[in-house]
């Protein structure tokens, strides 16, 4: 039972257009959600978060947009750089419930010259 | 400030063996949570230590366990290896109070023959 799913195993994007990673969950339970970036032999790295109080968070060239009703929450990367190119996942949690994160099975973009 | 440190970076084992894999968290943090990422996946929560005390697990067999120390590093043990063992292990630690972002460590990359 996949809490937290990214449909979309990858994508590809021209330099300095946007990108827009998409990630759908089913608990309802959840209230806190972030996104994570990951280059091959790292770990994942913190990107951006948002909680359930809010339906946008940006953060410079990093906007988060969530949508409660719909259960779904996208990253938005303007404009994309070749240096975004990584894996991306969603996580998401119950607030307070220790961290414990639910991850996606990740998005690889791709951000071609 | 130090991030998580994990070893080793590589550990290739055979069938039915035994593997140990160490973390050290943020400098300071109590609290060490351990994920897997097999190959193609995301990454599932393994285990949740905080204070030398297992607060929970996610699910997975028993020969998955593992341990906190007075000076909360963590080992995980992976008993009686099967070769679906292979995977990237990840180790996370928080730099502050429970709804910061985990920040995980590089990683071990399990490999079973």
């Not at chain 1, 979309?8 to 339970?29: A, F, H, K, W």
């Not at chain 2, 204070?51 to 007075?70: K, L, T, V, W």
Request: with cysteine; hydrophobic share 30%.
């Amino acid at each position: 039972d996949q809490q937290v799913k990214q449909n979309s195993p990858s994508l590809s994007v021209q330099e300095g257009r946007i990108s827009i990673l998409n990630c759908d969950y089913t608990n309802s339970m959840f209230d806190y959600f972030l996104w994570y970036k990951k280059y091959p032999a790292e770990g994942p790295t913190f990107l951006i978060s948002i909680s359930s109080i809010k339906d946008k968070n940006e953060d410079g060239r990093f906007t988060v947009f969530l949508n409660k009703s719909a259960k779904h929450l996208s990253l938005h990367i303007v404009p994309s750089q070749p240096g975004d190119s990584a894996v991306y996942f969603c996580a998401a949690t119950v607030n307070n419930a220790g961290n414990m994160l639910t991850f996606g099975g990740g998005t690889r973009l791709m951000v071609k010259p | 400030e130090a991030g998580v440190t994990q070893s080793p970076t590589h550990l290739i084992k055979t069938r039915g063996q035994q593997a140990t894999l160490r973390c050290s968290p943020i400098s300071g943090h109590t609290s060490v949570y351990w994920y897997q990422q097999a190959l193609g996946l995301g990454l599932q929560f393994l285990l949740w230590y905080d204070e030398g005390e297992e607060r929970n697990r996610g699910n997975f067999p028993p020969r998955f366990s593992g341990r906190q120390f007075p000076n909360y590093s963590s080992e995980l043990n992976v008993n009686a290896l099967e070769l679906e063992d292979s995977a990237l292990y990840l180790c996370a630690g928080r730099w502050g109070d429970y709804n910061s972002p985990l920040h995980f460590g590089n990683g071990t990359r399990l490999t079973v023959t």
